[in-house]
């Protein structure tokens, strides 16, 4: 796997001496994760993340005392959670609790290598995309992009598309990720004027080139028109 410029704090969980242990081995291999800690209950991972700021958990679930999914409940979505657990039957409500990943032990080298991919892909989206903080004047946003804040006109956006918890924001000359969805987006005041064309896209007005009977022209990219859109787009753009 390549190694990443920016690395990830993570802590493992486990009240098993030999599970922790192995644990650490195989997260180890993976340079883009840096071992902030390794606690053997809940309550000392706890006391310990409000020094220290932590990007994924591993975490055991069946634990004496506070549970590796009461910890979760306890923490919320904010953090990277994938659960390690000799108990498959945890499946479910581990997942419901919005984890990344569930793995079962004893660790299968293939099966971690798997997860480690997913994590890695998700953290480097989530580092790149935050929600824009920002505006100016009516016309122009802030996005947060790595440790730097980019401002952009909210004239020149193109269109926007949904990528499930995230909208990329086109313009001319780049793409961005913001850590919203497109359903929220459009709620803000400062994107008026955009009209949802698709469940996974909307358009900035002004850039309309063309309609056509299953996609629209926009700025010359063309995009997919659905079906319960149509109406209001012929209303708006006749």
Same mark, same amino acid.
């Given at each position: 796997m390549q190694q990443l410029s920016t690395v990830y704090s $993570?802590?493992? +969980?486990?009240?098993?001496?030999?599970?922790? #242990?192995?644990?650490?081995?195989y997260v180890k291999r993976?340079?883009? #994760?840096?071992? $902030?800690?390794?606690?053997s209950s809940a309550e000392q991972a706890l006391e310990a993340m409000e020094k220290t700021n932590i990007d994924v958990l591993f975490l055991d679930i069946d634990m004496p005392g506070l549970s590796g999914?009461?910890?979760?409940r306890k923490l919320g979505n904010d953090f990277a959670c994938i659960f390690i657990t000799s108990y498959p039957d945890y499946a479910v409500e581990s997942f419901e609790l919005a984890a990344l990943d569930? #793995?079962?032990?004893?660790?299968q080298k293939e099966r971690f290598e798997a997860a480690m991919l997913r994590l890695e892909?998700?953290?480097? #989206?989530?580092?790149?995309a935050s929600l824009f903080e920002a505006s100016i004047g009516g016309d122009s946003i802030f996005i947060k992009e790595?440790?730097?804040? +980019?401002k952009i006109?909210?004239?020149d956006i193109i269109y926007l598309e949904a990528l499930k918890e995230y909208t990329r924001i086109v313009t001319a000359d780049k793409k961005f990720c913001v850590l919203t969805m497109l359903g929220n987006l459009l709620q803000e005041t400062n994107f008026k004027s955009f009209t949802r064309i698709h469940r996974s896209y909307a358009v900035q007005n002004h850039f309309v080139n063309k309609i056509? $009977?299953?996609?629209?022209? +926009?700025?010359?990219?063309?995009?997919?028109i659905g079906r319960s859109y149509k109406d209001s787009l012929e209303k708006l753009f006749s």
């Amino acid at each position: 796997m390549q190694q990443l410029s920016t690395v990830y704090s $993570a802590i493992i +969980v486990d009240d098993n001496d030999i599970d922790r #242990l192995t644990t650490q081995v195989y997260v180890k291999r993976h340079p883009f #994760l840096n071992i $902030a800690g390794i606690y053997s209950s809940a309550e000392q991972a706890l006391e310990a993340m409000e020094k220290t700021n932590i990007d994924v958990l591993f975490l055991d679930i069946d634990m004496p005392g506070l549970s590796g999914l009461e910890m979760r409940r306890k923490l919320g979505n904010d953090f990277a959670c994938i659960f390690i657990t000799s108990y498959p039957d945890y499946a479910v409500e581990s997942f419901e609790l919005a984890a990344l990943d569930f #793995l079962v032990n004893p660790l299968q080298k293939e099966r971690f290598e798997a997860a480690m991919l997913r994590l890695e892909a998700y953290l480097e #989206l989530k580092n790149k995309a935050s929600l824009f903080e920002a505006s100016i004047g009516g016309d122009s946003i802030f996005i947060k992009e790595g440790h730097e804040q +980019v401002k952009i006109k909210l004239h020149d956006i193109i269109y926007l598309e949904a990528l499930k918890e995230y909208t990329r924001i086109v313009t001319a000359d780049k793409k961005f990720c913001v850590l919203t969805m497109l359903g929220n987006l459009l709620q803000e005041t400062n994107f008026k004027s955009f009209t949802r064309i698709h469940r996974s896209y909307a358009v900035q007005n002004h850039f309309v080139n063309k309609i056509t $009977a299953k996609e629209i022209l +926009v700025n010359d990219f063309p995009l997919p028109i659905g079906r319960s859109y149509k109406d209001s787009l012929e209303k708006l753009f006749s």
